[in-house]
T-cell receptor, first 111, second 112 residues
Framework: DAGITQSPRHKVTETGTPVTLRCHQTENHRYMYWYRQDPGHGLRLIHYSYGVKDTDKGEVSDGYSVSRSKTEDFLLTLESATSSQTSVYFC??????????FGPGTRLTVT | KNEVEQSPQNLTAQEGEFITINCSYSVGISALHWLQQHPGGGIVSLFMLSSGKKKHGRLIATINIQEKHSSLHITASHPRDSAVYICAVPLEHRVRDDKIIFGKGTRLHILP
């Protein structure tokens, strides 16, 4: 299995609070992704990174920001969490055009 | 507009049955992925294929690029095959990244 960890694995937070999720990889893969998964939807891309300090928006980026200061870490921040951001968040990595490897997921509940 | 459609959405079968899950897509692709998501939530890549057929144990994946269709088959199904199976297609002609469109998944439940 690819070395990908996510932290925290579970979090409950209140509306309006900031939240940061961390994805850490030990594979030295160039590309990193943040997805959210909700009932009735497939995995949806929030943001992705194609290198250190190089990031871009996905299809559901509103309300989220990301940072990648090191190859191994990709952070997802919710500046002011809302109930609509209650979801399961997955990080993934890839070398490029090809297979993506997924982290274990983070279950976030915003009350 | 769904660019990746899977069918059926849900499937319940008896242990031992032959299972087929279908995926149709409307975008141009260079390859297609099949993923498995277990009840615990973890997502595992099963296959990446760009033509023909691939086999791994009791799992077989086929793709027809011209018809924009792929199938995932499970022979001699077992309760441990119960999971959500997700079809995913990378968008072609991406320069900087490997963005993928995911189907909504097929929830498979195998009864003992």
């Amino acid at each position: 299995d690819a070395g990908i960890t996510q932290s925290p694995r579970h979090k409950v937070t209140e509306t309006g609070t900031p939240v940061t999720l961390r994805c850490h990889q030990t594979e030295n893969h160039r590309y990193m992704y943040w997805y959210r998964q909700d009932p009735g939807h497939g995995l949806r891309l929030i943001h992705y990174s194609y290198g250190v300090k190089d990031t871009d928006k996905g299809e559901v980026s509103d309300g989220y920001s990301v940072s990648r200061s090191k190859t191994e870490d990709f952070l997802l921040t919710l500046e002011s969490a809302t109930s609509s951001q209650t979801s399961v968040y997955f990080c993934a990595i890839s070398q490029g055009i090809g297979q993506q490897y997924f982290g274990p997921g983070t279950r976030l509940t915003v009350t | 507009k769904n660019e990746v459609e899977q069918s059926p959405q849900n499937l319940t079968a008896q242990e031992g049955e032959f299972i087929t899950i279908n995926c149709s897509y409307s975008v141009g692709i260079s390859a297609l992925h099949w993923l498995q998501q277990h009840p615990g939530g973890g997502i595992v890549s099963l296959f990446m294929l760009s033509s023909g057929k691939k086999k791994h144990g009791r799992l077989i994946a086929t793709i027809n690029i011209q018809e924009k269709h792929s199938s995932l088959h499970i022979t001699a199904s077992h309760p441990r095959d119960s999971a959500v199976y997700i079809c995913a297609v990378p968008l072609e002609h991406r320069v900087r990244d490997d963005k993928i469109i995911f189907g909504k998944g097929t929830r498979l439940h195998i009864l003992p």
